[in-house]
């Protein structure tokens, strides 16, 4: 009994060794299931073909941790974007007070939109998500693809999030037409 458990620890240890830690852990956590609200999220393949203007990517599988990470940067990153908008939103208002326009056409509420994830892990080893978000209810395909629009306003946008490093970027609004 002794000579079997040896035996196995000194696989395990062998194994660990030559996959290494970040490969298993991947594994381990892959195989639980993550915690998301499918009406508002998806989680969808990389397309290496594109690799989503990420430099040298490979597909990376995302866990209950980083979801909840990803969440705290797009917030941090909306709460960042919102102040300018606002501002936008009362100097207008001030100057053509007649003008029909809509806040909400300005500031981004998050509570309006769904979310499709793509994650990668880059040629420097750091997992980094591309996070797309739009507020279209009508489309009906966005859990299987990609959803791409020209313009739409504040209505859709998209950012990349660096798990490792704890950074967002490249937050892109679209505009009006």
């Known amino acids: 009994m002794i000579r079997q458990m040896t035996i196995l620890v000194l696989v395990l240890t062998v194994k660990l060794s030559c996959l290494g830690q970040k490969q298993v852990e991947s594994r381990i956590l892959s195989s639980i299931s993550l915690q998301v609200d499918t009406s508002v999220i998806t989680v969808l393949p ?4 594109e690799c989503w203007d990420f430099k040298d990517c490979k597909p990376a599988e995302l866990t209950n941790g980083d979801l909840t990470q990803i969440e705290e940067l797009l917030r941090k990153c909306i709460d960042n ?3 300018g ?3 936008e939103f009362n100097e207008i208002k ?3 007070p007649g003008i029909g326009i809509n806040k909400r056409d300005f500031v981004i509420d998050l509570t309006r ?11 420097k080893g750091e997992k980094e998500v591309w996070v797309n978000c739009f507020c279209a209810t009508s489309i009906n395909y966005w859990r ?7 313009d739409g306003g504040n209505c859709y946008f998209n950012l990349k999030v660096n798990l490792t490093t704890g ?3 490249e937050l892109m609004v679209n505009g009006d037409a």
Not at 46 to 49: K, N, R
Not at 113 to 123: C, E, F, H, P
Not at 144 to 150: D, G, I, L, Q, T
């Open 46 to 49: 990389l397309d290496t073909a």
């Open 81 to 83: 974007y919102n102040p």
């Open 85 to 87: 908008q606002e501002r």
């Open 94 to 96: 001030a100057k053509r």
């Open 113 to 123: 939109y769904k979310r499709q994830y793509i994650a990668v892990t880059n040629s």
């Open 144 to 150: 299987k693809e990609v959803v791409f629009v020209f």
């Open 167 to 169: 950074e967002y970027y």
